[in-house]
């Protein structure tokens, strides 16, 4: 198994999404503005990074955590 190393606000965003999967990006994109103060096209922008790495997908509008057999 890959070790994957997150900075620290990747990983506070991978908490985010991790204590609410699945969770659509419309809510996804509320929830990070209120606890991360980011706007819309941050949000989109770190979670396109880690879908890119392979840790997220996003299906449909939903985010999830991509499966280890994926």
């Known amino acids: 198994m890959n070790e994957i190393k997150l900075g620290m606000v990747e990983a506070r965003f991978a908490d985010i999404v991790w204590q609410n ?3 659509s990006t419309k809510e996804l994109i ?35 955590a991509c499966s280890e057999s994926s």
């Not at 979670?47 to 299906?59: A, H």
């Open 21 to 23: 999967e699945p969770v």
């Open 30 to 64: 509320s929830i990070c503005e209120k606890e991360l103060c980011w706007k819309r096209t941050t949000t989109y922008t770190v979670l396109k990074k880690l879908c890119e790495r392979g840790i997220f997908v996003t299906e449909n509008s939903t985010v999830r």
